[in-house]
């Protein structure tokens, strides 16, 4: 067999092949594709004709060609025939033959024959039957020359041996693979490379799409996000690059039919802001069957504004067993009101294994007062290690006045990552006077992000004096949204500022400070002081109809110094009628002051005992300033009417 080394191989690995393709590399082609072009009636007879007249080679192509169409019979001579007068690719394709009809051990010793005279298929193929015998030495051997001589089977083969033993130098042979137009090879390298990417053991098949739950429900928020997060990997080192790169491979293996590489290119693209481009690989995953992606797409149209399409996207994946398109049926027909279609896909999402399911109906019974079926729901979920339903159901188990229940089931939520129950636990401990514990608690939370957790912190920073660290907690609560927040760090940056005095030549009077900003944030979102607060420092810029317009704000919401104020502006302007009317309101509400401006005005108008009653009102409210002021002013007034 001296020729064997000369003839390229005609034929991969046959039904060998074939099961591997139903592993997963479909896309695979080598010689036997070469040959597909010449498997026609015509070709055929003539190789007939000049292997009939002893033509070696023609021999070994018509034997593979037979052999394609599944005719081992009459492949089987020409293939011996042209093995014996040294055809390689013949002593590859005989393997093959054999090793369908059973004969594995015969089979392997013309792979080792064909693979020995430099077929790359014959040591792919040799390399897979060790593997399965579980000599790994010897089919890491066989699958390494294989993929050194460039084949793309051998190369993935031998990434997929590697891989099980978490060898790294894996990788480069999924990027030989893939690098040949082996589509499993290009998804299982950018799964590698998203893998290193987010710095996780495993991204998890989940993380493409988000969770179909339903609102929080409770005065306590038993938190809102219960399904995977999101993660762009941009927090490992080389990240963007990296997931640059695997969205690269998967758009190779998704061109070529993968189509879980269409749905986890779908998902960066998404991620990227590229939706419409995003959509259009959710599409052809979801078309070729893969469920996740049609609920992913499902997700998409929603927040396009096309809550229909959405919805037949979502029924079509929760049909096949998706229970994240189930829940978020049951979201959906919740938000129409319509409770027992809800309920029903959130049962299905827990059949589907989906304990988010169990989560979801307990919200939706919480939200109709179904406190007994909420609290199983909850439970169901919460013993299945749902973090949020942990949460949720030591709400309900607080509001019951079972704060010993409760307790325990936040702790558990918290300690599996659930910051509303770290926050909800702070306010436990604090409830108890344990502010210490609190603290610790709302520390956690706050590390997290979470806004309220953020101003507790800076209120304890501020009790203790630490008005840095104050400030820091102060803006993140502030920059969350939190009004509170954003009073408390103006008031930290206003203690700061200097006396304001005249303006230096040339600069402008209007500017504001970044104090008077976020009182103006605050002052938006109806906090009353802040309205107050920036009422005073537009007035103090000459800004009367701005001030007016924040003191009318505070004082109509119910701010006595808000209304006090309004007054004072009003009676400046002549308003001194009006004035009245918010003196009087402020007054009732406990401002001594406006009853002490009060009295002054019905002073002045001569009533005399008016002016008495608003002075025992003010010597009242005080503060003693004040209220020395009105004693003086009553007894004046009472000398006044017994003269």
């Known amino acids: 067999m001296e020729n064997m080394g000369d003839r390229t191989t005609l034929l991969e690995t046959g039904r060998y092949v074939q099961r591997h393709v139903e592993d997963g590399a479909r896309a695979d082609s080598g010689a036997a594709g070469s040959a597909e072009s010449a498997a026609d009636a015509e070709t055929e007879e003539r190789h007939r004709r000049a292997a009939d007249a002893g033509d070696t080679a023609s021999m070994s192509v018509l034997g593979a060609m037979l052999l394609r169409r599944g005719d081992l019979d009459a492949a089987e001579p020409y293939l011996r025939a042209?093995?014996?007068?040294?055809?390689?690719?013949?002593?590859?394709?005989?393997?093959?033959?054999?090793?369908?009809?059973?004969?594995?051990?015969e089979a392997a010793g013309w792979?080792?024959?064909?693979?020995?005279?430099g077929s790359a298929a014959a040591a792919h193929a040799l390399g897979r039957h060790y593997r399965e015998l579980g000599d790994e030495p010897a089919a890491e051997y066989w699958l390494r020359q294989s993929a050194e001589q460039g084949h793309a089977l051998g190369a993935y083969a031998l990434a997929d041996l590697l891989e099980h033993r978490s060898d790294v130098g894996?990788?480069?042979?999924?990027?030989?693979?893939?690098?040949?137009?082996?589509?499993?090879?290009?998804?299982r390298l950018a799964r590698a490379l998203e893998v290193r990417a987010r710095g996780t053991a495993h991204p998890g098949a989940d993380a493409v799409y988000r969770s179909g739950t339903g609102p929080p429900t409770g005065r306590r928020r038993p938190g809102t996000d219960v399904g995977p997060r999101e993660d762009t990997g941009e927090g490992a080192p080389g990240g963007p690059s990296l997931i640059s790169e695997a969205a690269q491979w998967y758009r190779q293996a998704a061109a070529r039919g993968h189509r879980r590489a269409a749905l986890y290119l779908g998902a960066i693209l998404e991620k990227?802001?590229?939706?419409?481009?995003?959509?259009?690989?959710?599409?052809?995953s979801a078309k070729d069957g893969e469920?996740?992606?049609?609920?992913?797409?499902?997700?998409?149209?929603?927040?396009?504004?096309?809550?229909?399409?959405?919805?037949v996207w979502w029924l079509r994946a929760a049909q096949e067993g998706d229970g994240n398109a189930a829940n978020a049926l049951g979201a959906l027909h919740a938000a129409r009101g319509e409770q027992q279609t809800a309920e029903r896909w959130y049962r299905a999402a827990m059949d589907a294994g989906d304990v988010n399911g169990a989560y979801n109906l307990g919200l939706l019974c919480a939200a109709q007062d179904r406190t007994v079926q909420a609290e199983q729901w909850y439970r169901r979920a919460a013993y299945a290690g749902h973090r949020e339903a942990a949460n949720a159901l030591a709400v309900l188990l607080l509001q019951a006045d079972d704060p010993t229940g409760a307790e325990p089931w936040f702790s558990k939520a918290a300690e599996a990552g659930s910051v509303?129950?770290?926050?909800?636990?702070?306010?436990?401990?604090?409830?108890?006077?344990?502010?210490?514990?609190?603290?610790?608690?709302y520390e956690r939370a706050a590390a997290a992000g979470h806004t309220e957790a953020a101003l507790q912190v800076g209120i304890a920073c501020l009790r203790d004096g630490d008005e840095r660290s104050a400030e820091r907690h102060l803006r993140c609560a502030a920059g969350g949204g939190s009004a509170e927040a954003a009073f408390r760090?103006?008031?930290?940056?206003?203690?700061?500022?200097?006396?304001?005095?005249?303006?230096?030549?040339?600069?402008?009077?209007?500017?504001?400070?970044?104090?008077?900003?976020?009182y103006e944030r605050a002052a938006e979102q109806g906090h009353r002081r802040a309205q107050v607060r920036v009422g005073m420092l537009a007035a103090g810029r000459g800004d009367i109809a701005d001030a007016a317009r924040w003191y009318r704000e505070a004082a109509e919401a119910g701010s006595r110094n808000g209304a006090f104020n309004l007054g004072l502006l009003l009676a400046r302007e002549g308003g001194e009628r009006e004035a009245a009317l918010w003196w009087t309101r402020a007054a009732q509400a406990g401002h001594g002051r406006a009853a002490l401006r009060l009295a002054l005005l019905a002073a002045r108008r001569g009533e005399l005992t008016e002016g008495q009653r608003w002075c025992a009102r003010?010597?009242?409210?005080?503060?003693?300033?004040?209220?020395?002021?009105?004693?003086?002013?009553?007894?004046?007034?009472?000398?006044?009417?017994?003269?």
């Open 170 to 187: 894996a990788e480069r042979w999924l990027r030989a693979a893939a690098e040949q137009g082996h589509r499993e090879a290009a998804y």
């Open 82 to 105: 042209a093995t014996a007068a040294g055809e390689r690719a013949a002593a590859n394709n005989l393997g093959v033959l054999l090793h369908q009809r059973g004969y594995v051990d």
């Open 420 to 441: 509303d129950a770290a926050f909800n636990l702070g306010i436990l401990h604090a409830g108890r006077d344990d502010d210490g514990t609190a603290l610790r608690w």
């Open 489 to 518: 760090l103006a008031t930290v940056l206003d203690s700061r500022r200097p006396p304001p005095g005249p303006p230096a030549l040339g600069e402008p009077h209007g500017v504001k400070t970044e104090c008077e900003q976020w």
């Open 111 to 117: 792979w080792r024959v064909a693979a020995v005279a």
């Open 291 to 311: 469920a996740r992606a049609a609920c992913a797409l499902g997700f998409l149209l929603r927040d396009a504004g096309d809550e229909e399409s959405a919805a």
């Open 618 to 643: 003010a010597v009242e409210l005080g503060p003693a300033e004040v209220a020395e002021r009105a004693a003086r002013l009553r007894e004046a007034l009472h000398q006044e009417l017994t003269a």
């Open 272 to 284: 990227r802001g590229e939706l419409k481009e995003a959509g259009r690989w959710y599409l052809t």
